[in-house]
Nanobody, 118 residues
Framework: QVQLQESGPGLVKPSQTLSLTCTVSGDSITTRYYYWNWIRQPPGKGLEWMGGVLYSGSTYYSPSLKSRSSISRDTSKNQFTLRLNSVTPEDTGVYYC??????????WGRGTQVTVSA
């Protein structure tokens, strides 16, 4: 059974950098041909795809967040990490990691609440 678990600080101050890690079990993040994503949901809004890392290590970002975000991975720990710079209160929301395969995003973490506030 594939499981994903997000971890990171629940509260971040404006202008700081948010760092979240997704720990994967039951599968390797290098398994072809999966894609490991970050998605967020601001309060009262829909889901927003932020970016992801392919099994090969290639990364892709939402154009609206590309200038502030970076995604990396640690294959030895089977983890991938999102860093979002210069956060503002508009970055508040629930952040999810998810595995995407040919059939779509079939596995999701439970999500972690991030609040940006002074």
């Amino acid at each position: 059974q594939v499981q994903l678990q997000e971890s990171g600080p629940g509260l971040v101050k404006p202008s700081q950098t948010l760092s979240l890690t997704c720990t994967v079990s039951g599968d390797s993040i290098t398994t072809r041909y999966y894609y490991w994503n970050w998605i967020r949901q601001p309060p009262g809004k829909g889901l927003e795809w932020m970016g992801g890392v392919l099994y090969s290590g290639s990364t892709y970002y939402s154009p609206s967040l590309k200038s502030r975000s970076s995604i990396s991975r640690d294959t030895s720990k089977n983890q991938f990490t999102l860093r979002l710079n210069s956060v503002t209160p508009e970055d508040t929301g629930v952040y999810y990691c998810a595995r995407e395969g040919p059939g779509g995003m079939g596995y999701w973490g439970r999500g972690t609440q991030v609040t940006v506030s002074a």
